[in-house]
């Protein structure tokens, strides 16, 4: 899960990559995390969005139009302001020479295609907490949605929500794992607790309640029915 800092900004992510499908699935899987992603598609255009974006963290192929990944990050390195900006090189090549030529070039670290998302999302929040993007605990996000469990506070989009004690649990519950489906049994464990007797019909009526606190007018529902399994916090994908 993404522990985003104190203050709840959601870090942002450039992702460089020439590849429509792979940018697409990318922009997706970090979004749903919680994170803001910022696009290039090739070199140059990675250069210019990193000094108009500033992020938290670049993640940059390294076989792309106009500018190779490596000049990119060369240059990166050169100036003053990104000389510290982590990045993460993404490659298609798996020879390990080109593991120590994209680290020599100043790369924090180094992934190679394919990849699994897991993997990658796992190396994105290692290196955002080491270089203080983002906090270790106490903070969970979901696309827009942060939660502050040392406050007991949750917001949308920058705005507070106000959420009985069982929507709460609820929902921090789902943002611990987001993107799963669960049961209305499983619910029940999870957030009731096993040896209360509560009918299944019962999470259906606190889902409605928690829909209706935290969807705004407009926005998107992050609460996904799967019908005759259950329920995930998830967004339609697409
Ligand atoms: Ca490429």
Redesign the pocket.
């Known amino acids: 899960m993404p522990d985003m800092t104190p203050g709840g900004a959601r870090p942002t992510i450039l992702v460089v990559?020439?590849?429509v499908p792979l940018l697409t699935l990318l922009r997706y899987n970090l979004e749903k995390q919680g994170f803001r992603v910022e696009e290039a598609s090739d070199g140059q255009e990675a250069l210019l969005r990193v000094a108009e974006a500033r992020p938290d963290l670049v993640l940059l192929?390294?076989?792309?139009p106009q500018l190779s990944g490596l000049e990119v990050c060369r240059q990166l390195r050169r100036r003053p302001a990104t000389r510290d900006l982590p990045i993460i090189m993404v490659t298609?090549r798996t020879e390990q020479q080109d593991s120590v030529r994209a680290l020599d070039t100043g790369a924090d670290d180094y992934i190679s295609k394919p990849f699994a998302m897991d993997g990658l999302l796992a190396r994105i929040r290692a290196l955002l907490r080491r270089s203080g993007s983002l906090a270790t605990r106490g903070t969970l996000a979901f696309h827009d949605l942060v939660m502050d469990q040392d406050a007991h506070r949750v917001s949308r989009n920058g705005r507070a929500l106000h959420l009985g004690p069982t929507e709460y649990r609820l929902l921090e519950f789902l943002m611990q794992h987001p993107g799963r489906v669960f049961s209305r049994e499983q619910l029940l464990d999870a957030v009731w607790g096993r040896d209360i007797h509560v009918e299944p019909r019962t999470v259906d009526v606190h889902i409605r309640r928690l829909r209706k606190a935290i969807n705004g007018e407009g926005e998107e529902d992050v609460i996904r029915t799967v019908r005759s399994a259950g329920y995930a916090l998830d967004l339609e994908e697409g």
């Open positions: 990559e020439d590849e192929d390294w076989m792309l298609a």
